[in-house]
């Protein structure tokens, strides 16, 4: 059961990631520097450098994602950066900043929706970097005692 959630859950984390890196890698890459400038919080040099890297970084983290290869490691990255894009979406509206979200390319509307979608996508990353921490459990044949069995060549 839990490697079918940890599955459901990398393929969708990493499909929503994948997604984002494409809406924001079509446009050119100034309409989603104005997105990262709304936010009021970088300077110019870091608002171009994150307009020009984030895209590309989400890309690759939804590859890895979807592919599995280094889940602890992956899982917790893109718990991280989900973390970091909800703080900064939730403090903006506080502020009653109306801009756009930049989740997935300029048009999008920082509000409730925006804020509940990410919420949950940050819930979802946060229980697959959970699962992907726990430990194999160990498969014992029933009514055998753990210390009776032996391996044998």
């Known amino acids: 059961m839990r490697k079918y959630a940890i599955l459901l859950l990398r393929l969708t984390i990493g499909a929503v990631f994948l997604y984002a890196a494409y809406t924001k890698l079509r446009d050119p890459w ?13 300077p110019e040099w870091a608002v171009l450098a994150v307009a020009r890297s984030l895209p590309w970084f989400e890309l690759a983290l939804g590859v890895v994602l979807v592919s599995g290869f280094v889940l602890r490691h992956a ?23 109306t801009i756009d979200c930049g989740c997935f390319g300029p ?7 925006t804020l509940l979608r990410d919420g949950t996508l940050l819930s979802l ?26 391996m044998s060549a």
């Open 30 to 42: 100034a309409l989603f520097a104005m997105s990262v400038d709304s936010y009021k919080i970088l």
């Open 75 to 97: 899982s917790v990255v893109a718990a991280g950066l989900l973390a970091v894009f909800f703080t900064l979406m939730v403090v903006s509206y506080a502020r009653g900043l």
């Open 107 to 113: 048009g999008e509307a920082l509000g409730p929706k």
């Open 125 to 150: 990353a946060i229980v697959l970097a959970v699962l992907a921490m726990l430990p194999a459990r160990e498969i014992t044949p029933p009514n055998v005692a753990p210390e009776k069995i032996t």
